[in-house]
Nanobody, 122 residues
Framework: QVQLVESGGGLVQPGGSLRLSCAAS????????MSWYRQAPGKERELVAR????????NYADSVKGRFTISRDSAKNTVYLQMNSLKPEDTAVYYC???????????????WGQGTQVTVSS
């Protein structure tokens, strides 16, 4: 039923660009803030970027500010992460996360994607 499907990861050279996509289904997309997290080998999962449910506000980790851009398309129920000027330290598994405006007491209603690998290497 509920699905968050990431795509767009892969191998890229330092200085290159990638655009990640997260296609959402099975829930009301407009009622959720959407985020990208990443987890590198040996490190904890960290927040990369977040966009509010209406798309009116964004925030970014300091390490990616000025290089990454998060956006959402309500018609396609999809959130994107445009990644420019990539560095080797950006190498990680990137995860899409949906956070509801209202948390339910009787069932889980926040959702994680399975992740997509991004490798930045020459």
């Amino acid at each position: 039923q509920v699905q968050l499907v990431e795509s767009g990861g892969g191998l890229v050279q330092p200085g290159g660009s990638l655009r990640l996509s997260c296609a959402a289904s099975g829930f009301t997309f407009s009622n959720y803030a959407m985020s990208w997290y990443r987890q590198a080998p040996g490190k904890e999962r960290e927040l990369v970027a977040r966009i509010t449910s209406a798309g009116g506000s964004t925030n970014y980790a300091d390490s990616v500010k000025g290089r990454f851009t998060i956006s959402r398309d309500s018609a396609k129920n999809t959130v994107y992460l445009q990644m420019n000027s990539l560095k080797p330290e950006d190498t990680a598994v990137y995860y899409c996360y949906a956070e509801p405006i209202v948390k339910l007491a009787w069932r889980r209603n926040d959702y994680w994607g399975q992740g997509t690998q991004v490798t930045v290497s020459s």
